[in-house]
């Protein structure tokens, strides 16, 4: 997933068609869905046109999603790497 909010358990993946392309790359981004959905979690997918074209509206769906979903208190969570980090869930 490229950005979490923990709190909400929301993810936000951001796809572009170029990394779709191929049926593999495709069905393992099917995969990291369901298993977020399993666990609770909700994705909201985004799109390059999305950031280009609707900013706002992006932005005004996360704050709703954050609205809606239930808060949850957050484990201490443990940085991997420059980029990475681990949640304990």
């Not at 495709?26 to 909201?44: E, I, N, P, Q, S």
């Not at 954050?66 to 808060?71: D, E, G, L, V, W």
Request: net charge positive.
């Amino acid at each position: 997933y490229d950005f979490a909010i923990l709190s909400a358990q929301v993810v936000i993946e951001f796809d572009g068609w170029a990394f779709h392309s191929r049926k593999e790359a495709f069905k393992r981004d099917r995969a990291k869905h369901r298993h977020a959905l399993l666990k609770g979690w909700v994705t909201l997918p985004i799109t390059n046109a999305m950031v280009r074209d609707d900013l706002n509206g992006i932005i005004r769906d996360v704050e709703k999603l954050i609205k809606i979903r239930p808060q949850y208190d957050i484990p201490l969570i443990q940085k991997k790497g420059r980029t990475y980090c681990v949640y304990p869930y």
